[in-house]
């Protein structure tokens, strides 16, 4: 409660101080703003919680609006599927796990699969048999104990066990990692499963998905733009996602090149990172472009006052703020285009100005500004 009357009590002297300053200066209000600065202390200017704004140039092109909805990025999107007929002998994970990179998901037991590592084996022994009888031969052949055509044949003997066992071994490790005589199935990436079809003992194949799995760190958000909108728009472009859950900035890199002959509209995509997943794919969104354009100096609104038909700003001193008059070009979402008045890196305030205002012009009975 104390300190509430004391920044009520800081207020009111603030106030009271434009009063007594106003009658001195009550017929140069209508010629121009005082060129005094207004004197704010440190604990003043805390107590009012006023905040600044640095001036920058900034694009300050056309702002285009454009519904748009929420979809999955395909390009860390995982479908799941055994590469060969089996029973699903253990599950690692369920719909709704979120999974990593390299994480196991499933186990498989294959007959194929069984009787293909039988035959890996069986043609790595036929393998290193031959190539014993090959050795021997060689050294035999060498010594001139035995003829060219033994040597020889023990030799094709070798390379064709050899070449089956690689072929085999190459086929075998084509379907994948094995854990024993099971195909063990991993995550292609990371993110949630979001869709499982699959229980324990089941039969699948490879035209049956086992799990679906999305990463929702980066989203896709497609809007459409009208013929007139789309002109403006180019791939590159810095836009904004507006939904009620929070904004997000994206970037657009793909505008379709075909009109939809229903809507007349035209497919835009942008990509945004969608930290802690508050976009959700089939979400509905709109999707704002800022245009290219020349850089100009933008205020935000809050920033400005209107003093006896003036627009006013308080400009950031060493000991308080200097009322300044601009001029504005145009309005553009929430900002003032400045077109004279400011310069870049000056600092304007942009809250705690109504009680900036009072204090340069006073009060008038009734507790109304002047």
Request: with cysteine; hydrophobic share 35%; charged share 30%.
């Amino acid at each position: 409660m104390m300190k509430g009357f004391i920044l009520s009590a800081l207020l009111l002297s603030l106030v009271y101080a434009g009063e007594g300053h106003k009658h001195e200066n009550e017929e140069a209000h209508g010629e121009e703003l005082h060129e005094e600065e207004i004197h704010l202390s440190e604990e003043q200017f805390e107590a009012l919680g006023i905040k600044l704004y640095e001036l920058k140039k900034e694009p300050a092109g056309k702002l285009i609006k454009l519904p748009a909805e929420v979809r999955e990025n395909l390009l860390t999107s995982y479908a799941i599927y055994s590469p060969l007929e089996g029973i699903v002998k253990k599950l690692y994970v369920k719909e709704g796990d979120r999974v990593k990179k390299g994480s196991p998901v499933a186990e498989i037991y294959s007959p194929e699969l069984a009787n293909l590592i039988g035959e890996v084996r069986i043609a790595k022994v036929n393998m290193e048999s031959a190539k014993k009888i090959y050795d021997r031969d060689k050294t035999l052949y060498e010594e001139k104990v035995i003829d060219y055509t033994r040597y020889y044949t023990s030799m094709l003997e070798y390379e064709r066990a050899k070449g089956e066992y690689e072929a085999l071994s190459s086929k075998l490790k084509s379907f994948g990692e094995l854990k024993g005589y099971h195909l063990l199935l991993r995550s292609p990436g990371s993110g949630y499963v979001v869709s499982q079809s699959v229980s324990l003992g089941e039969s699948v194949g490879m035209d049956r998905e086992l799990f679906e799995i999305h990463s929702h760190d980066v989203v896709w958000v497609y809007g459409w733009a009208d013929e007139d909108s789309i002109t403006h728009i180019k791939e590159g472009t810095e836009a904004k996602v507006i939904s009620k859950f929070g904004n997000r900035p994206c970037k657009i890199d793909f505008i379709g090149h075909e009109v939809d002959r229903k809507t007349r509209r035209v497919e835009v995509r942008c990509v945004a990172l969608n930290k802690k997943h508050i976009l959700k794919p089939g979400m509905f969104v709109n999707l704002e472009v800022k245009t290219g354009g020349r850089k100009a100096l933008m205020i935000p609104k809050t920033a400005v006052q209107d003093i006896e038909g003036k627009k006013v700003v308080f400009v950031r001193t060493d000991e308080g703020f200097e009322p300044r008059e601009i001029k504005v070009l145009r309005e553009l979402d929430g900002y003032y285009v400045v077109l004279e008045g400011l310069k870049e890196g000056e600092e304007v305030a942009v809250s705690g100005t109504v009680f900036l205002k009072t204090k340069l012009v006073g009060v008038e009975e009734g507790g109304h500004a002047h």
